[in-house]
């Protein structure tokens, strides 16, 4: 019995630490957490696109760059490219406002936080989604692309009408992945200052006490939206891939 | 080049018109292995020419080269009197060298794939329509209204709004031949179109490219189907590893095989 008023004590200290605002800027943190998630995904699709055609290219210096991108980016831990980013980036701006004289000698010109965060987490994804996109491309049935060409078809047509819409049909299940492992990423931007969910998570446990409570709840958070996505690739995959599924 | 050819040659309509496809001793090596050792050809418009030949004999890698699917290493190819420009790369290869004359001379080569090769991501209707408005420019009401006329006429107007994976290989086959149209190309080249279909659905596209051969089109046609090479075509030719055996009438070459590399060819067939 005492078990349950204990845990009945729990719950509506819970409920009122939420009440009294710390609800309210878990949603925040959401909001933010989502923001960096899908910012940093389209710099990734930018980035992995562009890497995934430097490695399928014929010319070896271009094959080196992108096979380093990927290297690098995926073999490094990506809280150190965070640091990288955020106080090497601030390291960087600074110099050149001083030396530029925009700022005086002592003042510090700081990396603006969520750019920060998102470049770094951006160029880890792309590096994942170079992966999908190159192998999307090899993929493509060659009669298709073969098609395209003994139809006149120019290269900027082929990649625009056969290319594209038949590697984003075969990037959907494996950029499913990536979205989620951006997710998670997002959290390490915590450490630049951005208010995502993490970082509230962790301002909230700290000021309170309640570490479980807080931790907890935030853990459930990212789990309700790592699952909310899986459906939501799922239906796209339907989607695009419907010319090879029966029709009903 | 045996002397079949030079009297083939020498037989053939010479009206002073220009050829719709004229190939000159082409060349073509992968690797080590001589695939085409000199081959020439000369299409004229309404011309049906079969082209028959074992495998490996080099018949595929000819078609291939006349739209530059394949670089021929030498020879020409012109197409309604223009030659396709041929450079050489700094590694010595042979290389297109105005890549825009290329792809305009492709358009009007429209090509019919052993595979088929139909866009998988588009209805069939969309397959019909991509090229001639993106490559030909022409309206997509006027290209929409044709596609639907040509999809009635090769028998699968009901499946227009299909995706290609749904429908049986005679279908694609059909729809491939179809998109082929839709470029009102002035030559149509087919790579083995019936080798990829199960027999029963072979008799559904040998009805539709008869009807082609029927209406005056210029077509070279890669094919195992001896009926159609004897019965349909203008012509026939025959290649064996890599040189043009034998060139003549279609009755005539069946009734007498010329050389006795055909006559095997053609017995091996019969047996």
């Known amino acids: 019995m005492e078990f349950l ?22 949603l925040w943190g959401i909001g933010w957490t989502l923001a960096v998630t899908v910012v940093s995904m389209l710099i990734g699709a930018a980035l992995g696109s562009l890497v995934a055609a430097a490695k399928l290219s014929h010319r070896g210096g271009l094959r080196f760059i992108g096979e380093s991108y990927t290297t690098v980016f995926r073999g490094e831990p990506e809280l150190l490219i965070i640091y990288l980013f955020y106080y090497g980036g601030t390291q960087v701006l600074t110099g050149v406002a001083r030396s530029t004289g925009s700022i005086g000698s002592t003042d510090i010109l700081n990396m603006p936080s969520f750019l920060g965060g998102v470049l770094a987490v951006g160029i880890i994804s792309g590096a994942y989604q170079a992966e999908v996109f190159r192998g999307s491309f090899l993929a493509i049935h060659r009669g298709e692309l073969e098609a395209a060409r003994a139809y006149g078809m120019s290269a900027w047509l082929r990649f625009r009408l056969v290319i594209v819409p038949q590697v984003l049909r075969l990037a959907v299940p494996g950029l499913g992945n990536v979205w989620q492992l951006t997710i998670k990423d997002s959290a390490l931007i915590s450490v630049t200052g951005v208010a995502e969910l993490m970082l509230t998570a962790n301002k909230a446990a700290r000021s309170t006490h309640h570490s479980l409570l807080f931790y907890t709840v935030a853990g459930i958070l990212y789990l309700v939206m790592t699952s909310i996505s899986t459906p939501i690739f799922e239906k796209a995959e339907r989607y695009t891939s419907r010319s090879f599924t029966r029709p009903k | 080049m045996s002397a079949n050819v030079a009297a083939a040659a020498k037989a053939a309509p010479s009206s002073g018109e220009t050829p719709a496809i004229s190939v000159k001793d082409l060349r073509k090596c992968f690797g080590d292995h001589e695939v085409l050792k000199g081959i020439s050809l000369e299409a004229h418009k309404g011309d049906v020419i079969s082209i028959l030949g074992s495998s490996g004999s080099g018949k595929s890698t000819m078609l291939r080269c006349i739209n530059l699917l394949e670089t021929p290493d030498s020879g020409e190819v012109r197409v309604d009197g223009e030659l396709i420009k041929m450079k050489r790369s700094r590694d010595g290869h042979q290389m297109p060298a105005d890549i825009r004359q290329v792809e305009r001379i492709r358009a009007n080569l429209a ?139 279609p009755k005539e070459m069946f009734a007498r095989p010329p050389t006795p590399q055909f006559k095997q060819f053609i017995a091996n067939f019969n047996k």
Not at chain 2, 138 to 167: D, S, T
């Open chain 1, 5 to 26: 008023n204990d845990l009945k004590d729990q719950v509506s200290t819970a409920y009122e630490l939420l009440a009294a605002g710390w609800g309210v800027q878990l």
């Open chain 2, 111 to 249: 090509m019919v794939f052993q595979s088929f090769n139909l866009w998988s991501h588009m209805t069939v209707l969309e397959n019909l329509v991509a090229a001639p408005t993106h490559v030909l420019k022409r309206p997509r009401a006027e290209c929409l209204e044709q596609a639907e006329a040509l999809l009635k006429r090769v028998g699968i107007w009901e499946r227009r709004n299909y995706f290609p994976p749904h429908m049986s290989g005679g279908q694609q086959q059909r729809a491939a031949i179809a998109r082929a149209l839709a470029m009102n190309p002035k030559v149509m080249l087919f790579d083995e179109p019936t080798s990829a279909l199960d027999p029963e659905l072979v008799g559904e596209v040998l009805r539709v490219m008869r009807s082609l051969a029927e209406e005056g089109r210029t077509m070279l046609v890669v094919t195992h189907e001896m009926s159609f090479a004897r019965d349909v075509s203008s012509k026939v030719m025959f290649l064996h590893k890599g040189e043009v055996d034998s060139v003549g009438e």
